[in-house]
Each structure stands twice: as structure tokens, then as C-alpha cells.
């Protein structure tokens, strides 16, 4: 019989994730502040999370800055993704709180150094991916970070596997490096895509980071959660 055990996060992402469902995302909530990184999976082979999954027993979705404690069933490292943990889904998620903006400072991370390794861009980003063969070298797949000059674009993307889409990507500066990366975060892509075609500053906003699973021999890195005041 297997011992499920409960980890308490801070939501930091609740991000699209194929097939139909989400990825979510957050750091510990412990008595000394915020510790490791947690995933939540599925037991799905494409481990997304459904909306019934990551509902509360009131029917209220899992929102960011939500504290939430989870039942696991066991830690699921796979590959770079070391945060992984199988969900027990025979429990509610349950909420415990709300993270405020300036508590939420405390959980922000400097990378001091490329995102995870520059030098791979796709046809419309800026290092924004991983060759699939050099993964192994990572320990982590997620940051939280405040990027200097961030923008989000929205432009018409003809996709290398797919029809051409209108597209959000996130353009900014970290530690001396440029990027330009697939925004996930449903919420801001619904507000950005309302727009017309073009950018947006914003001036003041945290950039939950992910590298996601591999794709056609490369692992895209994500603005899975764009966290304004």
C-alpha cells in the first residue's frame, strides 16, 4: 500500500499544456519560506493536469498566487524534469491561501547565467530551445525571474508542424542574455490576443519559467506564468 503524502505549494503557473489540459507549477510554501520547486503530473502519459483534477471541492479552478496543498503519490522525476510528482487523485486539491506581490519578491530566483543553454533558436524565437541531447545536464526545469524590458508580441506565426496562428511571445533580458519564448499562461494570452498585432511593455511583471518535454528533438523554454501586481 502506498503512502500519499501532501505538498503545499504557491501556484506560479497554471499553464496550457497539450493535450487538453494544464500545467501547473509553484514553489514549496514551508514555515521558513519558499523551498523546492513542485510539478504536479497526471498519471496520463502526457501527464497534464485535467480541469476536473485541479478543481477545488467548491468548483473553483486553481488560480496564480493560490496556496494550495496536494496530495502525491510519489515523486516522478523524468529526464530534466526533476520536480515531477504523480498527483493522488482520489483527493480535492485544497486552498489555504493567497501569496501577496510583495511576499511573492521573497520567491523570486537570479539565474546569474544563461536560462538553462543559449544558442538554439526556433524560426520565430531567440534561444528559446534545447537540443533533446543535452538535457542531461539539467537538474531543474523551472524559475521564477524578473526580466528587464519585457514585452509581449503578438505576430502570425507560420508553424513548422502546424497552420499558421497568431502567437504570443515573450521578448526580454535576463543576466545579459535576450530571449524570445512561447508565452502559455492562458489568462495573458486571452488579453494580449484581444489586442491587434503588435507589442506591449510591461513594466512591472515575474516570469514563471519552464523547460517543457521534448518535441521533435528539442525542449522549448516557456513563460508558463506572466504574474503582474
Known sequence: MHMSYTKTIVCLANSRKPPSGRCIAGREVTSA???????????????????????????????????????????????????NHLIDDGYYWVKRGVVSWQDLQNAVEDPSGPLWLNGFSSSHGHNDRVPEDRLNSFNRSLYLVRPDRLRLIVASEGGDFAPARRRVRAQFDLSGHSYRIVVTDPWMERQILANPNGETALEEALLCLSLGEVFHGFAYKLAAGVIMP
Open 33 to 83: 519560506g519558499f523551498g523546492a520547486w513542485i510539478r504536479p503530473v497526471s498519471a496520463r502519459s502526457t501527464k497534464e493536469i485535467s480541469e476536473e483534477e485541479r478543481r477545488y471541492e467548491d468548483g473553483e479552478d486553481v488560480r496564480v498566487l493560490d496556496i494550495i496543498a496536494i496530495e502525491m503519490s510519489s515523486p516522478q522525476p523524468q529526464d530534466h524534469q526533476k520536480e
